[in-house]
């Protein structure tokens, strides 16, 4: 029999004559005596009798089922959804003294933007002891809690709810419900935050860098000591015809265009016609190499990507372009070294000399 919950055994068996049972299991911890009149006319009585304030032989058999029960499931589920999802699950009989544990997993998305918390609430209602009892106001259930902002969560609790207290309230779980035993503490609900910490602002944006740098060899290849920059040619970054951005090079030929959508599709025009102004050198690109990826003819790269919170690197090398005059004076035997002269009878002698002029540049 299930007496643990029973605080008043007063002439149970009282006048019961025939009455005969072992009663050794009984789970009689809150009498620590025998009451008065229990069984004290029952003269037929031999059998073992309750051991006052025990649980008997009931706490080793709750025991042993308890332990050796499969995982609990929920015996029933709600819709779920806003504002929430609720599950009820069975307790097995508790002795007095004795706890159940549940572990339940709860799983959330993490929001975008912002903190934001979710809140935990558990009850706990039976016909011995029904929740409806410690509510005020008829009701059945506890109130939904009220989910607090993230900068004011207590991690002890949600605080507020008259119908379930916590420790984040003023008093305390501690509540004394007189309807029910002045001298017992009752709380059958609980309900705690957790922090949904957001997820990291996703990134969409990148960059374009790079330099405009003299290709003296002409393969591409930026090996020159040290290699120099052209500053003053102008970058333009188009993508499907429209222009997301244009730079002029700096001093050292570096420049960069940040902060633009993070896609693919996109080209560069670079353009060096202005390097050359005010002087006899003309500038074009060299041709395309680990160093310059800059169709020669066209002066635009082929399509690359932005990525998201990363840079695309594009180089462009130009090689120079003019005149360059060399000047050489050979003797009759073309040899560029000096002329001896023989005068016989100290008649006139011509002596031939050729002087060579050669245009080493790439421009006329």
């Not at 009585?45 to 089922?65: D, I, K, N, Q, V």
Request: hydrophobic share 35%.
């Amino acid at each position: 029999s299930n007496v643990a919950n029973r605080f008043d055994m007063y002439e149970m068996f009282s006048g019961a004559t025939a009455f005969n049972q072992d009663l050794s299991c009984w789970p009689v911890a809150t009498i620590t005596f025998a009451p008065d009149g229990f069984g004290d006319t029952a003269g037929s009585w031999s059998s073992p009798r309750p051991t006052w304030g025990t649980f008997g032989c009931w706490l080793h058999r709750y025991e042993m089922a308890y332990r050796t029960s499969a995982n609990l499931t929920p015996t029933q589920v709600s819709a779920g959804g806003a504002p929430a999802t609720t599950r009820s699950y069975a307790v097995p009989t508790l002795l007095p003294g004795e706890s159940a544990v549940f572990t339940v997993t709860a799983t959330f998305l993490r929001p975008t933007g912002t903190d934001q918390v979710a809140v935990l609430q558990a009850w706990t209602d039976s016909p011995s002891t029904p929740i409806a009892g410690l509510l005020p106001g008829g009701r059945t259930t506890p109130e939904p809690p009220v989910v607090p902002a993230a900068t004011a969560m207590v991690p002890a609790g949600v605080a507020g709810n008259p119908t379930c207290n916590t420790d984040a309230d003023p008093d305390g779980q501690a509540t004394t419900y007189e309807s029910r035993r002045p001298d017992v503490t009752e709380d059958s609900c609980d309900q705690v935050p957790a922090l949904l910490t957001h997820l990291p602002d996703q990134i969409t944006t990148g960059s374009v860098s790079g330099r405009v740098w003299l290709d003296t060899s002409g393969d591409g290849v930026a090996n020159e000591n040290p290699v120099t920059g052209l500053g003053g040619a102008t970058v333009q970054l188009l993508r499907a015809g429209t222009v997301y951005g244009d730079v002029t090079t700096g001093p050292d030929g570096a420049y960069a265009l940040t902060a633009v959508p993070a896609q693919d599709g996109y080209t560069l025009q670079f353009a060096v016609n202005g390097l050359d102004t005010g002087t006899d050198t003309a500038y074009a690109f060299t041709q395309t190499g680990p160093d310059s990826t800059v169709d020669p003819a066209t002066g635009a790269t082929s399509a690359f990507t932005i990525p998201a919170g990363g840079t695309a690197r594009q180089d462009a090398g130009v090689v120079t372009y003019g005149p360059a005059l060399t000047t050489a004076l050979t003797n009759p035997d073309g040899e560029a070294t000096s002329t001896r002269i023989t005068a016989p009878d100290k008649a006139p002698t011509p002596v031939p000399l050729t002087i060579t002029v050669t245009n080493t540049g790439n421009e006329p």
